[in-house]
């Protein structure tokens, strides 16, 4: 540890180390996205729809219990990517899935 370059934090006023300082604001960068029950979902996860969705532009509808594979986190605490055969660009609300 004695190699590692330490660097001034403003918002606490300590020098700490780069790495730790890094980490700090990784952790604080990070956004809780949440389904419907409060489970904590991330990259990569599969959901299940509880709700009928109409997909606007699509014109089609996903039905209750419909399961979405490897969705992303967009950085909104609400919204989610993902895919699904035959639709481009799906966003889906957090609180009409849920972690399966």
């Known amino acids: 540890m004695a190699d590692d370059e330490y660097v001034y934090d403003e918002a ?17 960068g990070a956004v809780e996205v949440r389904d419907s029950v409060g489970n904590l979902l991330q990259d990569g996860d599969q959901v299940t729809l509880i709700k009928d969705l109409d997909v606007k532009g699509a014109g089609q509808t996903l039905k209750r219990g419909t399961l979405i594979k490897s969705i992303r986190l967009t ?5 989610i990517d993902c895919k699904y055969e035959g639709i ?6 957090a609180e009409f899935v849920r972690k399966r």
């Open 88 to 93: 481009k660009g799906l966003v889906l609300r």
């Open 75 to 79: 950085g909104d605490p609400q919204e």
């Open 12 to 28: 606490s006023g300590e020098w700490l180390p780069a790495s730790e300082l890094a980490a700090r604001q990784a952790a604080e």
